[in-house]
């Protein structure tokens, strides 16, 4: 049996306008929010506009949707872990809507980013049961979660579901992003603590609920290249022995010219600092159990054709394996 497995950050699929805000703020007038919007309220409503940091945030543009839709298509997995979608309605209609209905099987919980960017699964193999991490804390830190989105732990089955294929770790760990009002150098350093923590929560949690023959994933968007210092605990743990399944991906076009160009295919993410060359980094991940790296048979990531990126600044990876 043939089974492809990939991510794909899909960069803030949200539905709605906004984040979080009082409504009774807005009745009296004692909130920054703004918007060209126009709302009506009754004397017993209880809505709530959502905003973050004052700011209301649009819904996905609707173009752009429809290219994240297309690339996923184009790439046809049979299991996708995505990132940054709003909540499992908005994950469940982009499927109807934009997909098609091609996943029958649709998860995702509600974590913890105040932004409200969530991760989720895409499937058409049988999902038997997910679990969230979002309340695992680090020893350095016990007094809050780890993680800012989740981790999110999914069991896949054979079509009859009689049959127990491997569990899929769903990730989005900490970004480089440092707000303009927070000092640079000290909001990359926490970021990085932040990062490092959660790989070794990771790394943690992985071998406390597999065996060494077990077959798993350990994927999504690691915000790190692998090699980084940050994800040594989870890259490098001489127990689960994960294998690196993207070291010589397969592109699905060439990448669009650049100097200097990018040194390897592998790559899913382009940032170009100001004044110097764009960095090519890979940070959406497949690591492999070794049992489930013994039955890799190709690895792949869906090129795009815009430096920008096409719908989403991330690229899509997917490898496949026989089991």
Same mark, same amino acid.
């Given at each position: 049996?043939?089974?492809?497995?990939?991510?794909?950050?899909?960069?803030?699929?949200?539905?709605?306008?906004?984040?979080?805000?009082?409504?009774?703020?807005?009745?009296?007038?004692?909130?920054?929010?703004?918007?060209?919007?126009?709302?009506?309220?009754?004397?017993?409503?209880?809505?709530?506009? /959502?905003?973050? &940091?004052?700011?209301? $945030?649009? *819904?996905?543009?609707?173009?752009? !949707?429809?290219?994240?839709?297309? =690339?996923?298509?184009?790439?046809?997995?049979?299991?996708?872990?995505?990132?940054?979608?709003?909540?499992?309605?908005?994950?469940?209609?982009?499927?109807?809507?934009?997909?098609?209905?091609?996943?029958?099987?649709?998860?995702?919980?509600?974590?913890n980013d105040p932004r409200l960017i969530d991760v989720g699964v895409l499937s058409k193999l049988p999902i038997q049961g997910a679990t969230s991490w979002q309340h695992a804390v680090h020893s350095e830190a016990p007094e809050e979660p780890v993680f800012g989105r989740?981790?999110?732990?999914?069991?896949?089955?054979?079509?009859?579901?009689?049959?127990?294929?491997?569990?899929?770790?769903?990730?989005?760990?900490?970004?480089?992003?440092?707000?303009?009002?927070?000092?640079?150098?000290?909001?990359?350093?926490?970021?990085?603590? /932040?990062?490092? &923590?959660?790989?070794? $929560?990771? *790394?943690?949690?992985?071998?406390? !609920?597999?065996?060494?023959?077990? =077959?798993?994933?350990?994927?999504?968007?690691?915000?790190?290249p692998p090699d980084s210092p940050c994800l040594t605990a989870m890259a490098t743990d001489a127990e689960m022995r994960l294998q690196n399944a993207l070291v010589n991906p397969v592109e699905t076009r060439p990448a669009k010219a650049d100097t200097p160009p990018p040194?390897?295919?592998?790559?899913?993410?382009?940032?170009?600092?100001?004044?110097?060359?764009?960095?090519?980094?890979?940070?959406?991940?497949?690591?492999?159990?070794?049992?489930?790296?013994?039955?890799?048979?190709?690895?792949?990531?869906?090129?795009?054709?815009?430096?920008?990126?096409?719908?989403?600044?991330?690229?899509?990876?997917?490898?496949?394996?026989?089991?």
């Amino acid at each position: 049996m043939r089974v492809t497995i990939g991510t794909f950050n899909l960069n803030n699929l949200f539905s709605r306008y906004n984040f979080e805000g009082e409504i009774e703020a807005i009745r009296t007038n004692e909130t920054e929010v703004s918007s060209d919007l126009r709302f009506d309220f009754g004397p017993g409503d209880n809505y709530r506009i /959502r905003e973050y &940091r004052g700011r209301l $945030v649009k *819904a996905k543009d609707g173009a752009d !949707t429809g290219v994240i839709a297309d =690339r996923i298509k184009a790439i046809n997995v049979d299991v996708l872990a995505v990132q940054e979608v709003e909540d499992i309605d908005t994950l469940r209609e982009f499927n109807r809507t934009h997909l098609g209905a091609m996943y029958p099987y649709v998860t995702l919980l509600e974590g913890n980013d105040p932004r409200l960017i969530d991760v989720g699964v895409l499937s058409k193999l049988p999902i038997q049961g997910a679990t969230s991490w979002q309340h695992a804390v680090h020893s350095e830190a016990p007094e809050e979660p780890v993680f800012g989105r989740d981790l999110l732990e999914v069991q896949i089955y054979t079509p009859s579901r009689k049959r127990h294929l491997f569990t899929l770790f769903n990730n989005h760990l900490k970004s480089h992003f440092v707000h303009f009002l927070d000092d640079p150098v000290t909001g990359a350093a926490a970021n990085d603590v /932040r990062r490092r &923590r959660q790989a070794e $929560v990771v *790394a943690e949690i992985v071998k406390r !609920t597999t065996r060494p023959n077990s =077959r798993y994933v350990v994927l999504g968007d690691m915000n790190d290249p692998p090699d980084s210092p940050c994800l040594t605990a989870m890259a490098t743990d001489a127990e689960m022995r994960l294998q690196n399944a993207l070291v010589n991906p397969v592109e699905t076009r060439p990448a669009k010219a650049d100097t200097p160009p990018p040194a390897s295919p592998a790559w899913t993410h382009r940032y170009k600092p100001s004044h110097q060359p764009a960095e090519y980094r890979l940070y959406d991940q497949i690591w492999l159990s070794p049992s489930l790296a013994a039955r890799q048979t190709g690895a792949w990531i869906d090129r795009r054709t815009k430096h920008g990126g096409d719908g989403s600044d991330h690229d899509p990876a997917w490898v496949e394996v026989v089991l």
